[in-house]
């Protein structure tokens, strides 16, 4: 069991930046596949950025190519978002994720077994 605690959103203007970041409180995170998964109101979860357990791959949706980052430091048990150029419709709660099997990217949200509680971001315009 994987246990992920979510920190660093919050209100932030158009345009502006946030780092959310998610830490393992007990087990490693150095073997997972991790992602994370945004849900707006009244819709689907949906992948925003994924990334390998070593960091040398990542996946990352059209709507936030360009825009996100994701990375990781498994020798803090730490994976981080950096979202730049954050726009209104970014607005949502970002959940990280982890997998327990795979060590490679994994694409779909629904493909995902450990959750964080979720950290809010949203964005004025």
């Known amino acids: 069991q994987v246990q992920l605690v979510e920190s660093g959103g919050g209100l932030v203007q158009a345009g502006g930046s946030l780092r959310p970041f998610c830490a393992a409180t007990?087990?490693?995170?150095?073997?997972?596949?991790m992602g994370w998964v945004r849900q707006a109101r009244g819709k689907e979860r949906e992948i925003v950025a994924a990334?390998?357990?070593?960091?040398?791959?990542?996946y990352y949706a059209d709507s936030v190519k360009g825009r996100f980052t994701i990375s990781r430091d498994n020798a803090k048990n730490t994976v981080y978002l950096q979202m730049n150029s954050l726009k209104p419709e970014d607005t949502a709660v970002y959940y990280c994720a982890a997998d327990r099997n795979s060590r490679g990217l994994v694409y779909y949200a629904v493909q995902y077994d450990y959750w964080g509680q979720g950290t809010q971001v949203t964005v004025s315009s």
């Open positions: 007990e087990q490693t995170l150095s073997t997972h596949a």
């Open positions: 990334i390998n357990w070593s960091g040398g791959s990542t």
